[in-house]
């Protein structure tokens, strides 16, 4: 029985009728008021990542004031206190006041000020002024960049009988018959995916320069070149799968379809490479769908560090293959981070929680241990943390409703329990999948600025060169240079030999012999 059928004039004489209308407007009340607290959380979870601030922080003071009581239960008070002596106490390093030095490596142009003749003359004795020092200072200025343009002359020659003419040849150029250079090719390249100026905007400073280059032509442009390097992103491609853990993650993006009056969604995924093999690839693929993570990592069979998106339970559940789950426990702090406008007490408790497990793997970065001295302090004290945790998720989630956010946030927890353990299980693990989430954010930058990709093998371009941009920053290197030497070596170089051209590789070569940079 709802309120609109209720006669407030003729309620029914029979006690028994009264109560269950009481009972049915008390039940219709209750999934009122559930069904308000949901739209009440949607709308304060929609406000904060439209006004709000990204950063998922919480006040440790009001995190420990809610949650230490139910944190500390169960541990002796005298080892928690012994264990926190023996933490080390990271010293907060001082920032230094003033202006910085200008860097050594820039050019100094030498602008000296002099005093004329008729100032040299003291004004109290009238006696000649001698020279006692000097004042330097400096300031930086800057030249903006400039085009120039290569005129190529070569030269034949012929045979005075007339047997043959011949001529010099030009050494292989990116794009054949393009009027672009290495040096513009790798500058557009960089500019738009690494500091996201979309090629429109990049028009408009050419323009500047006196010379007009069309959109068109240089999406023309970056295509050739992703076309160029594809046998080196391929290679790159292999060495990230034959990483013992890849981390990967996915993220919108749109994309334009000539069959709609919209964009459509494509996916830009990331998959990185561990310590030994440090690269950083992308993949494109038009939808969501399990196919494209599943053909992109159809050779791989080791730890596969991802959310729980069920695209990839097929590789998980495989019987053929050896992908081991391993679980995000960012992802994990996000639910509950969420669900805090919900249940207040009960996801601070598990936010106190996870940054116990954080303050382990902090104190291992502190500490400088290697893999075995990370994996024999998570042993120590990450599994009985991992212990509490777990047995306080079985208490509380028969208290609280299945379908609330906190009842979410537990279920996804415990659904993912093994994966989420199996970090201790080895200290090349990582405790999440934030590496991966940050690789992403580039893309997430972009998108704001050049708002879509112009076609499905526009998106498969932007995940080929953004590859390298990004691997080179992760190797703390210039992807201008690099990119620009790449460009002119690649399409002369044995492909026997293009393992030398990768950006670790590179770098090394570079910094053995900088004079060929």
Known sequence: ??????????????????????????????????????????????????????REWVDPNQLWLLAMAEVEKGRDPEEAAEEDEATPKKKKKRKGHGRRPLPEHLERVLAEYDLA?????????????????????????????????????????????????????KPMQPIEKGIAGPGLLAHVAVSKYGDHLPLNRQNEIFKRQGIEIARSTMCDWMAACAELVEP????????????????????????????????????IWTYVGDRDHPFTVYDYTPTRSRDGPLEFMKDYNRYLQADAYAGYDALFNDPNREVIELACWAHTRRKFYDAQSSDPMRCMVMLAWIRLL??????????????????????????????????????????????????????????????LLRYCEDGDLEI?????????????????????????????????????????????IDPYA????????????????????????WKTEQEAHPTTA
């Not at 002024?129 to 020659?157: F, M, Q």
């Not at 998720?393 to 994966?419: D, F, I, Q, T």
């Not at 997430?444 to 990004?470: C, E």
Request: charged residues 30%.
């Open 1 to 54: 029985m709802s309120t609109k059928s209720i006669d407030a004039n003729h309620f029914p004489e029979d006690p028994t009728a009264l109560r269950q209308m009481v009972i049915d407007l008390l039940g219709e009340l209750d999934a009122k008021d559930r069904k308000l607290k949901r739209v009440m959380h949607w709308l304060e979870n929609l406000l904060r990542q439209r006004y709000g601030r990204k």
């Open 117 to 169: 003749e008729d100032e040299q003359i003291c004004s109290e004795c009238n006696g000649a002024l001698y020279h006692i020092g000097e004042e330097v200072s400096e300031r930086l200025e800057y030249i903006p960049a400039s085009l120039y343009v290569i005129r190529e002359v070569c030269h034949k020659y012929g045979c005075k009988n007339g047997c043959q003419v011949v001529t010099a040849q």
């Open 232 to 267: 080196l992103y391929n290679l790159m491609k292999d060495k990230v799968l034959s990483s013992k853990v890849v981390q990967t993650d996915d993220t919108p993006v749109g994309v334009l379809d000539s069959e709609l009056t919209r964009t459509k969604t494509g996916r």
């Open 358 to 419: 954080y303050g382990v793997e902090r104190e291992a970065r502190e500490l400088k241990l290697d893999s075995d001295g990370r994996l024999a302090l998570r042993q120590k004290k990450s599994k009985s943390i991992l212990k509490d945790i777990k047995k306080y998720l079985l208490r509380e989630r028969v208290e609280v409703l299945p379908k609330s956010p906190e009842g979410r946030a537990m279920s996804y927890a415990l659904s993912n329990w093994e994966a």
């Open 432 to 476: 999440d999948n934030n590496g991966a989430e940050r690789s992403l954010r580039g893309i997430a930058v972009g998108r704001k600025n050049w708002m879509f990709y112009g076609s499905d093998q526009g998106g498969q371009t932007a995940a080929i060169l953004t590859s390298f941009v990004s691997t080179c920053k992760r190797h703390r």
């Open 482 to 505: 690099y990119l620009r030497d790449i460009f002119e070596r690649i399409s002369a170089h044995p492909m026997k030999h293009l393992e030398e051209l990768l950006p670790d590789r």
